[in-house]
């Protein structure tokens, strides 16, 4: 799969979800809200509580990317490079820049994907979807929906064993388990946000997310989350570029 094709890896809400909670999904774990403290291993709450802190104080997030898609459909994984954003209380964006420059875009209850080279778009009233996906930011209730969906665990962080701690999320659900296997995020200790993301699917397939140079409430721009279409670019409806199959089957000429 490339993120920008179509795909049949599963429903847009559970890319969408993803996508929206790689950088915070772990901090928002640690909202006291749905959680047993009792019932929680030491060392995992004392990573959680970490989390906290940190969750307390993020309006805004940046951090550089890179993308890894491995499958059994694939003869070599696919490796994207970019840039993602992300304001508090509904807004990211994710900007690839390699292999090929794409822009993904969730503001204002909306949904724009945007493919230069292709001069092709692509939008969706996020609206019906918004409330679910950034709930897993920690607010409202964020932490106490995570809790119901995943068994949260620690596992061993392997190569970065000292630099950062492991947790591993597993769907609850049978039908939730068909879709994804697991996830997994590695939180680093001083920063205590995620540097490496990690999502398998039943099928073994992953997708592997590493962020480098992240950026705690930096100043981003309410005009970040606006794309600009040129006059020339088709635009459909649907969600293809998130990895879901939807397209809406309309195309209409860029507002």
Known sequence: MHIGRKSRTGPVVVIAALLASFLLAAPALANGKGRKTGAVDPALKEVLDRFDRVQDSIRTLSAEFTWTTDSTLLKTPIVSEGNFYLTKPRSIRWDFTSP????????????????????????????????RVFRYFGLGQGSEELSRVYTISLGDPGELAGKADLLVLVPKKHRARKKIEDLRIWVGKETSLPVKVVSTDPSGGRRIIEFRNTLVNPELAGSLYEVKLPADVTVTDGFSGLGGSDTGGGSRPAD
């Open 100 to 131: 090929e420059p794409m822009e993904f875009v969730i503001a204002h209850d909306e949904y724009v994907g945007y493919f230069p080279n292709q001069k092709k778009a692509e939008k969706r009233n996020f609206k019906r979807w918004s409330e």
